[in-house]
């Protein structure tokens, strides 16, 4: 995890230095309690986990005057308390198989990338896995998928650029029971900008399959870019607008210093989070563990 521990240095620091100079009686008074909020506020946790932290603190009855570490140690602890009921691993358990996952999120936040990392861990457990190139909008995405695939081993649907997202994924479902595959990872349309026409895309999508399956999609995955901060949050408000959400992935935790952003998803909307992206490499996909990550992020 030394990954994961360079990845979270910087929202670490950044929460350090925004707490530093906070130094507190055995009791803290509201003074010193109201700029710890704000430094947590600062920090990307975001209001209602820095309202909760605050007041944990204001509970706490410290053995000696509170200095920075006596404060960070009941920080990590809450966030280890607010990050645990939210994690939650992507597993294949669907029958019938196949599983079928819908990876949904904006372009540029590590969409395709993370389909490939999921299809790799899914390998790595033995599933047989199949893509489904369902942005059709972009050549290049259709283009990048299959590039993975290809790395990967694992079989790909696609259809022409331009064509229908729903018929691909039609395809895609009825080769994937062919094949016996188990996991089978849709990538999607992250066009934002036409908010109505992605809803409409994705909700014939979401038709399609409930025809061959009326359990599927199981999944719907967001995947969201930590570095984007407040606005991954917003993403996620307006995805489920769009789409409905299951479950979240977050991407580019490492090296950046919003990571206290993800305590903020967790409190603020608790949707499963799966895993979390801490790379561009295949195999930078992490679990989501709460309790290890608290102290990442706490320092
Ligand atoms: P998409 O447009 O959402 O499909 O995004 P891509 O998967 O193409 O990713 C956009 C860029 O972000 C690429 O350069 C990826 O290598 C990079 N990327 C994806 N995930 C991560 C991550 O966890 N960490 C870092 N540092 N880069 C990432």
């Known amino acids: 995890s030394d990954r994961l521990f360079g990845g979270f240095r910087k929202t670490s620091e950044r929460l350090t230095g925004n707490l530093a100079g906070i130094v507190g009686k055995a009791r803290l008074d509201d003074a010193q309690l109201d700029d710890i909020e704000d430094a947590l506020i600062m920090s990307d946790l975001g209001p209602r986990a820095a309202a909760r932290i605050r007041e944990r603190l204001a509970e706490e009855r410290f053995e000696r005057d509170a200095d920075e570490r006596a404060i960070m140690e009941v920080v990590a602890r809450e966030i280890a ?112 900008q036409n908010k109505r026409e992605l809803m409409d895309e994705l909700a014939k999508i979401r038709r399609v399959l409930g025809r061959l399956n009326p359990e599927a999609p199981h999944d719907v995955v967001l995947v969201l870019d930590a570095t984007n901060g407040q606005n991954a949050l917003s993403q996620i408000e307006i995805f489920k607008e769009v789409a409905g959400v299951s479950g979240l992935i977050m991407t580019k935790l490492d090296g950046t210093a919003r990571g206290g952003v993800l305590v903020a998803a967790a409190e603020q909307y608790g949707l499963p989070i799966h895993a979390i992206g801490v790379g561009e490499k295949i195999d930078d996909l992490r679990p989501f563990n709460p309790d290890l990550l608290a102290r990442v992020i706490a320092g």
Do not use: C
Request: aromatic share 6%.
């Open 81 to 192: 308390e607010i990050l645990r009921p939210v994690a939650k691993p992507l597993d294949v358990v669907a029958f019938p198989r196949p599983q079928v996952i819908l990876v949904i999120g904006v372009n540029g936040s590590g969409k395709t990338t993370t389909i490939a990392k999921l299809a790799h861990l899914f390998q790595e457990q033995d599933y047989a896995v199949m893509l489904a190139a369902g942005d059709t909008f972009r050549a290049a995405a259709i283009g990048q998928l299959a590039v993975w695939a290809e790395r990967l081993g694992v079989p790909i649907v696609k259809g022409p650029e331009g064509g229908d997202p729903a018929s691909v994924v039609f395809d895609a479902v009825k080769a994937a029971t062919d094949q016996g595959i188990d996991a089978l990872i849709v990538d999607t349309a992250g066009r934002l």
